[in-house]
């Protein structure tokens, strides 16, 4: 499923790599309870369409030693692309509107001293509805301050090993999130 993802992606922005007016890179700030960022590749299509391909990953190992040692992974990730209309741009001010569409593949593992643990695995979508104010800083330097809605599905495994008594847990995992965000993005233009 991945790499359909990314075949779409590289289609979408091949397809309108033709005619863009300007590449660019991209990083944000997300300002959300658990922050994450973000790397982008925003290409100007025309004066009113921006797509923009986006990768963004989250990575934790965290040990806990003593009597009762405790180990903890986390492993987030999002490949996605965003399709946004922009307005004209006037004293370096512009808005931008659109969305965001991202697959996702999350996961964490739990391990115990005494044998014991956890791990989850899950896959799905988010959607993520964006109104955007932008500002160029300078020629090709912008920074935005975005707001987002955003729904995520995603469905997996979980499987739990427990010592005492002995027994291994397997469950199917269905989550479903829905929670507005925002973030600060900047964006430099080639």
Do not use: C
Not at 79 to 104: D, H, P, Q, T
Not at 111 to 119: F, H, L, R
């Amino acid at each position: 499923m991945k790499k359909h993802v990314l075949l779409g992606l590289v289609l979408a922005t091949s397809a309108g790599g033709a005619v863009a007016a300007e590449v660019g890179l991209g990083v944000s700030l997300d300002l959300s309870y658990s922050p994450s960022s973000a790397i982008s590749v925003p290409i100007i299509v025309s004066d009113s369409l921006l797509i923009e391909p986006y990768y963004r990953e989250e990575d934790e190992d965290n040990k806990r030693t003593g009597t009762f040692a405790l180990r903890y992974k986390y492993k987030s990730s999002e490949l996605g692309v965003g399709l946004f209309y922009r307005s004209e741009v006037k004293n370096g001010i512009s808005y931008y509107m659109g969305a965001r569409v991202g697959y996702l593949d999350n996961g964490y593992l739990i391990e115990e001293s005494d044998g014991g643990g956890g791990e989850e695995r899950t896959y799905g979508y988010a959607v993520s509805p964006t109104l955007a104010l932008q500002y160029e800083v300078m020629p090709k330097l912008m920074i935005s301050g975005e707001l987002d809605w955003a729904f995520s599905s995603a469905k997996g495994r979980y499987y739990s090993v427990d010592t005492l008594p002995a027994s291994i847990v397997q469950n199917d995992v269905s989550k479903k999130t829905r929670e507005t965000g925002s973030r600060i993005f900047v964006r430099y233009f080639f």
